[in-house]
């Protein structure tokens, strides 16, 4: 590494390359005649057709530039969730969101918290403000809420949650969030991800809108990368005070919602019927592995998502490295996650029929070898 009293070229400012690069889901696999990418949590059905025509439409206007605004798409979702479009900003991907909060609210020397098995952008933007990340322990792959109160401390100015959590797949119930709010000083702001809410089936789950509507220290951010298959526009969202909408809004650029992307999402909020078969489809499948990948001896752990955490034997014949190899030579692409806190297991995607069962027969086969 080049010293920072070099002065023969310019040098990043400290700390930045201390910063671990975000390494996505890989996409192809070499020799493989078909492949089936289960590594990023996309949608196996693909977007609305309703998505495709309007992106057609929209593609002979590209000289114009966007609203900066994006007040028809913050419309529609205010109209799809019963919100007020005011309370809404529109991102480049709700990773966009993450990263401008952490700009805002964080101050060099600053600590914010996350989950050691967390996503692993909100330790990427923490340090990017020049802010100390503050990695908490969770209990059974879940997040601990006494652990994340009692890591608060007098430089905590956010606390940033996954729920339902990526890699792991596990939630909290929305009484754990309450309780977790109410433990929190007034000046932390607590932001909820939410990408994988559409896909929670559970009664005791709630996304984060009553919580934000009620409280002047919390955010939720969504995405259209999952449930309405969109990963490749990159559209999130976040519903927040309006104090902390002024202050986004000011961070943010000025046409960070590309004209595109502003239409697609338009039009997948209105295909309600996409929605419901992508959620039926993940309901099913989501079910069928975790029942059919224990019977190979193999832990899967319990999912709310549109995926799952598959956990391999410890002995090096069968490790997870050994698996993703042989999957990969198959065409079924999984995702490693040691960088998450688990080297020895693979997160795979909800997929197709075929790229389920197919999975599933390629992993006994590996067992058996």
């Known amino acids: 590494m080049t010293k920072a009293t070099d002065l023969s070229r310019p040098q990043p400012r400290a700390g930045v390359m201390d910063i671990e690069a975000y390494v996505p889901g890989k996409s192809g696999a070499h020799g493989a005649v078909k492949v089936h990418k289960l590594s990023s949590n996309e949608n196996p059905l693909g977007s609305s057709p309703k998505v495709i025509e309007a992106v057609r439409e929209v593609a002979g206007k590209l000289e114009f530039y966007p609203d900066g605004a994006a007040t028809r798409l913050r419309e529609a979702i205010g109209e799809a969730h019963g919100l007020n479009p005011a309370n809404i900003v529109c991102s480049n991907g709700s990773d966009e969101i993450l ?5 805002t609210y964080l101050s060099p020397g600053d600590e914010a918290i996350f ?16 802010a100390v990340p503050v990695s908490v322990k969770e209990t059974e792959e879940r997040a601990d809420v006494d652990a994340i109160l009692a890591a608060v401390s007098p430089r905590t100015k956010i606390v940033f949650l996954a729920n339902p959590n990526n890699p792991t797949g596990t939630y909290l119930p929305f ?11 007034r000046h932390v702001l607590l932001v909820i991800d939410a990408a994988y809410a559409e896909y929670v089936r559970r009664n005791d789950y709630e996304a984060g809108v009553e919580l934000v509507g009620n409280s002047q220290n919390v955010v939720m951010t969504r995405t ?4 309405h298959g969109l ?13 902390i909408v002024d202050a986004i809004n000011r961070m943010r650029g ?6 595109a992307a502003i239409e697609a999402g338009v039009a997948a909020l209105k295909d309600r019927a996409h929605v ?8 099913h499948w989501l079910r069928w592995l975790s029942e059919e990948l224990p019977k190979l001896g193999l832990r899967v752990t319990p999912s709310v998502g549109n995926f799952i955490l598959i956990h391999f034997p410890t002995d090096e014949k069968h490790s997870a490295e050994k698996a993703d190899a042989f999957l990969s030579s198959r065409g079924y692409i999984l995702r490693r996650v040691a960088a998450y806190g688990f080297p020895n297991a693979l997160r795979m995607t909800v997929g197709t029929e075929e790229a389920n069962r ?3 027969a390629a992993l006994a086969e590996f067992l058996k070898s």
């Open 276 to 283: 419901d078969r992508t959620v039926a489809h993940n309901d």
């Open 175 to 185: 009484e754990e969030i309450r309780r977790l709010h109410a433990g929190l000083p």
């Open 254 to 259: 000025p046409f960070n919602v590309n004209a």
């Open 224 to 227: 259209f990368s999952k449930i």
């Open 231 to 243: 990963g490749g526009m990159r559209i999130g969202w976040m519903y927040g005070p309006a104090h």
């Open 99 to 103: 990263g401008l909060l952490a700009q």
């Open 115 to 130: 989950t050691e098995h967390g996503f692993l952008v909100y330790k990427i933007y923490i340090q990017a403000a020049g």
């Open 358 to 360: 197919g999975v599933a």
